[in-house]
């Protein structure tokens, strides 16, 4: 099966979303821009060159997600490729710090959303013969971090849901996949370096590669994913962590000096 070269990307304005918007416009991709900030969604489109969409959703909300199914409906006939990629962060508190509203918003927007869209969307795959989905999940969906209650928690079902959905829907030629992020060089996470609530430092010394990933790291994993060179993948889950996952030695994966490398 020949994919249209459609695509949506919700959390598409800033960060991972916004590298993935740019690589799939570059490629040929029409692409639609879903963000719950409609304005800079917007913005965004005078960055890339015309045929592409914005919208304005949130995707916790089920009215929302299917007013934007219906637009790129409307305007590309057609979705061949999903990346579920709204997120955001949870507060870093101790656990009998955490409110319960947080945790809720955390689960609601990581999970619920990424159920939302892909129930929509996949109503439109199934209606036009296939498709392909790609969920970001996360270390923390994978391992235990202290402190990260909700986004474990909803990092982890976006991975349970994602071999369901699979499953499900592979007769009918839709395969769902995820990817498994580590730290990122994004503005979410120099936010919460100037806040004092990560060490990029220590950070750094974890990861095997001894670096931080970079926003194009993960979108071309999702572009990879997506691909017909990945035709026989679906239920998978694709670390992009730079060997954070596969560490479990005692001590620091990589010998980095405080502030650089060696």
């Known amino acids: 099966m020949t994919l249209e070269k459609t695509i949506l990307i919700t959390g598409a304005a800033d960060g991972i979303g916004w590298a993935m918007a740019r690589l799939y416009a570059a490629r040929g991709f029409r692409v639609a821009l879903a963000d719950i900030d409609g304005q800079k969604v917007h913005d965004r489109l005078g960055e890339l060159d015309p045929g592409h969409l914005a919208l304005a959703a949130d995707v916790t909300r089920e009215e929302d997600v299917q007013t934007m199914a219906q637009s790129v409906r409307e305007s590309f006939g057609n979705c061949g490729v999903v990346i579920n990629n709204a997120g955001i962060a949870d507060s870093h508190l101790p656990t009998i710090e955490q409110d319960a509203a947080q945790f809720q918003k955390v689960l609601d927007t990581h999970l619920r959303g990424t159920f939302l869209v892909s129930k929509e969307m996949?109503?439109?795959?199934?209606?036009?013969?296939?498709?392909?989905?790609?969920?970001?999940?996360?270390?923390?969906?994978?391992?235990?971090?202290?402190?990260?209650?909700?986004?474990?928690?909803?990092?982890?079902?976006?991975?349970?849901?994602?071999?369901?959905?699979?499953?499900?829907?592979?007769?009918?030629?839709?395969?769902?996949?995820?990817?498994?992020?580590?730290?990122?060089?994004?503005?979410?996470?120099?936010?919460?370096?100037?806040?004092?609530?990560?060490?990029?430092?220590?950070?750094?010394?974890?990861?095997?590669?001894?670096?931080?990933?970079?926003?194009?790291?993960?979108?071309?994993?999702?572009?990879?994913?997506?691909?017909?060179?990945?035709?026989?993948?679906?239920?998978?889950?694709?670390?992009?962590?730079?060997?954070?996952?596969?560490?479990?030695?005692?001590?620091?994966?990589?010998?980095?000096?405080?502030?650089g490398k060696l």
């Not at 991975?159 to 007769?171: D, G, L, N, Q, V």
């Not at 990122?184 to 936010?191: D, F, H």
């Not at 993960?218 to 996952?245: C, H, M, Q, R």
């Open 122 to 259: 996949g109503r439109m795959m199934l209606d036009n013969g296939g498709g392909t989905i790609v969920n970001i999940s996360s270390i923390a969906g994978l391992g235990g971090l202290p402190r990260r209650n909700a986004y474990g928690a909803a990092k982890a079902g976006i991975i349970a849901m994602t071999r369901s959905m699979a499953c499900e829907w592979a007769p009918q030629g839709i395969r769902v996949n995820s990817i498994a992020p580590g730290f990122v060089e994004t503005a979410l996470v120099r936010k919460l370096t100037n806040a004092g609530r990560i060490d990029i430092a220590q950070i750094r010394r974890r990861i095997p590669m001894g670096q931080l990933g970079e926003p194009d790291d993960i979108a071309e994993a999702a572009y990879f994913l997506s691909s017909p060179a990945a035709k026989y993948i679906t239920g998978a889950v694709l670390s992009v962590d730079g060997g954070w996952n596969a560490f479990s030695d005692f001590g620091d994966a990589h010998p980095l000096e405080t502030g």
